[in-house]
């Protein structure tokens, strides 16, 4: 069964940084495509960064773009978020989310249980 659990969340000031990391079980993680995703209260949650299976395709949100950066370890079966320049905008549980290749769609509805990050003076 695919497992996806987020570690790394904590409290810093603005301007500091947080390193998020994602074990993941369950699966050929080697071919999912992974996922960050946040959600602030009373906000809809998003997608802050995503790499391919094979970490040749990054994407970020504008909103962390040039701060955060999104990595993968196959051999360990984790994916990380550094996260620099951290911003009180950046406050919100992050989870870790996967996309799995069925054989005719991708399935991206596998889900860690978040982990709170915030950023206050």
């Known amino acids: 069964q695919v497992q996806l659990v987020e570690f790394g969340g904590g409290s810093v000031q603005p301007g500091g940084s947080l390193r998020l990391s994602c074990a993941a079980s369950?699966?050929?993680?080697?071919?999912?495509?992974m996922n960050w995703y946040r959600q602030a209260p009373g906000k809809e949650r998003e997608l802050v960064a995503a790499?391919?299976?094979?970490?040749?395709?990054?994407n970020y949100a504008d909103s962390v773009k040039g701060r955060f950066t999104i990595s993968r370890d196959n051999a360990k079966n984790t994916v990380y978020l550094q996260m620099n320049s951290l911003k009180p905008e950046d406050t919100a549980v992050y989870y870790c989310?996967?996309?799995?290749?069925?054989?005719?769609?991708?399935?991206?509805?596998?889900w860690g249980q978040g982990t709170q990050v915030t950023v206050s003076s």
């Open positions: 989310n996967a996309a799995l290749w069925t054989g005719s769609r991708w399935n991206d509805g596998y």
């Open positions: 790499i391919s299976s094979a970490g040749g395709s990054i």
């Open positions: 369950g699966f050929t993680f080697s071919r999912g495509r």
